[in-house]
């Protein structure tokens, strides 16, 4: 039995973050951002981190992009630079996690035995894909860039943080899997399902968080 407390806080956080996601899609709408991928990168990021999202974005995001004077000395960069970087990929693995999840749900699918295993696969390679394709319409534009040079480029700043992404997120989601939820196992149904999914992903955020300061001070990716 899922405990009555839990199911009220996971109600109050999906509210929380579509309300957060609406009022910024609201807020784009009247003034769109300057990278138009930043556009979905933004609610994405409320409905996985309710309330945070949506102050990081009224606090920081509607002036990110190119805005050098977070630059720091000698090339380095600032915590929101890092923070927008960091929320760029965690947008694309969540909306993966989201999309992946019903699907595996859906179709009973399993790996070794276990539907988690299926999760791990089809997550990882959704993750990748629109990782790879968020950062593509933020590079591509920003270095003018052709088809092939963008991927390329999109690849090699994109890639060691959906991965570490995914690890944050995959390590929580074993220990609600195996420890906290093994009989019965919680379906995309449930709201407590997408409450332990959000702190998931907001694990994996924070796991991705030391990789993009690694790939913005080598200059694999570009602050935005």
């Given at each position: ?15 929380a973050s579509v309300l957060g996601a609406a009022a910024i899609a609201i807020d784009e709408f009247r003034r769109p951002q300057t990278m138009w991928v930043m556009n979905l990168v933004w609610p994405l990021t ?67 035995g276990q539907m988690l295993y299926a999760e791990y696969a089809v997550t990882l390679a959704l993750a990748w894909t629109l990782g790879i394709a968020f950062q593509y319409f933020a590079i591509k534009p920003m ?82």
């Amino acid at each position: 039995m899922i405990p009555f407390w839990l199911m009220v806080i996971a109600w109050f956080s999906l509210s929380a973050s579509v309300l957060g996601a609406a009022a910024i899609a609201i807020d784009e709408f009247r003034r769109p951002q300057t990278m138009w991928v930043m556009n979905l990168v933004w609610p994405l990021t409320s409905l996985y981190a309710p309330v945070i999202g949506v102050w990081a974005y009224f606090a920081f995001g509607r002036t990110a992009g190119g805005d050098d004077d977070a630059r720091g000395a000698g090339g380095d960069v600032n915590w929101k630079q890092i923070a927008v970087s960091t929320s760029h990929c965690g947008a694309g693995c969540a909306l993966a996690d989201m999309i992946g999840e019903n699907i595996v749900f859906a179709g009973h699918w399993s790996l070794l035995g276990q539907m988690l295993y299926a999760e791990y696969a089809v997550t990882l390679a959704l993750a990748w894909t629109l990782g790879i394709a968020f950062q593509y319409f933020a590079i591509k534009p920003m270095k003018q860039l052709s088809t092939g040079e963008a991927l390329v480029a999109s690849a090699k700043a994109d890639t060691l943080s959906i991965v570490f992404f995914q690890v944050g997120m995959y390590g929580w989601m074993a220990v609600v899997y195996f420890v906290l939820f093994a009989h019965p196992h919680l379906e995309p149904r449930s709201a407590v399902f997408w409450l332990m999914m959000q702190i998931g992903m907001m694990l994996g955020y924070v796991t991705a968080w030391p990789v993009n300061v690694w790939l913005l001070r080598r200059g694999f990716k570009k602050a935005m």
